[in-house]
């Protein structure tokens, strides 16, 4: 239902890979009337939207991201500059030492474009895009094979290609912008790169909501470092 053909079809097929984002709208009058409830009305208008994750908190210059919030991807190509020269990566480079590619970063289109290993290698690229890609013709992984990095980990089926829930776009996208997708750059420190947090403190669902159930606000108790089930215990990938 969700391809052009409206088939299914072979990862192979250019019509496999779609491009999806989210928005969220509001209306555009708050009437207060304390000590009565406040009341919305008027029209509805974009005041965020979501493709890939984090993209506006890791790539999107201080100044701009409300713009590019209200926005749509088919004029992202005002926001090319910061997704082809990341202020993350000269921060990685300035902080920390660490080597990255020099921009323009065409390493990061296949994240911005229908490019492999998302999209076959038939297809139109497209212009530049925050759009979350996912090939409908990959098989999705079992629980038991699934990792946690996806397709930086060889998991077809994990983000950047779709993104499931226990996929870790922090570590994943950090890398990229550390230009582990360039052979050259996915070496030790870059490849290394994350926020600690290797795995939910709860295991996922397979079935709707997915999500683990909310801790209990009275009986749960924190998990410390070195304890087990604390992420530090947990492999890597």
């Known amino acids: 239902m969700l391809t052009r053909t409206g088939t ?6 250019p019509a496999a890979t779609i491009g999806v984002f989210g928005t969220t709208s509001r209306q555009r009058v708050l009437v207060r009337r304390a000590p009565l409830g406040s009341v919305p009305s ?13 993209n506006n908190e890791l790539l999107i210059g201080t100044g701009f991201k409300d713009t590019w919030s209200l926005s749509q991807p088919a004029n992202d190509s005002q926001f090319a500059s910061f997704a082809l020269d990341p202020l993350l990566a000269r921060v990685f480079n300035a902080v920390y030492g660490v080597s990255v590619p020099n921009p323009p970063r065409t390493d990061l289109l296949p994240l911005l474009q229908y490019m492999a290993p998302i999209a076959a290698p038939s297809t139109a690229p497209g212009p530049v895009a925050d759009l979350l890609r996912l090939n409908t013709g990959v098989a999705p992984t079992s629980a038991a094979n699934r990792k946690r990095l996806g397709l930086l980990a060889m998991d077809g089926a994990g983000y950047p290609n779709g993104r499931r829930v226990s996929d870790d776009v922090t570590d994943i996208s950090a890398r990229a912008v550390a230009g582990v997708l360039n ?12 926020d600690g947090v290797n795995t939910n403190d709860r295991p996922y669902q397979e079935t709707f909501p997915y999500v683990a159930f909310a ?9 410390d470092p070195g304890e087990p089930g604390c992420t530090g215990t947990c492999p890597t990938n």
Do not use: E
Request: charged residues 20%; glycine residues 10%; hydrophobic residues 30%.
């Open 183 to 194: 052979p050259a750059f996915n070496v030790s420190p870059n490849k290394f790169i994350g």
């Open 42 to 54: 008027g029209s509805f208008s974009q005041v965020q939207r979501m493709g890939n994750p984090l």
């Open 8 to 13: 299914k079809v072979a990862s192979t097929d």
């Open 215 to 223: 801790n209990s606000g009275r009986d749960r108790r924190h998990v």
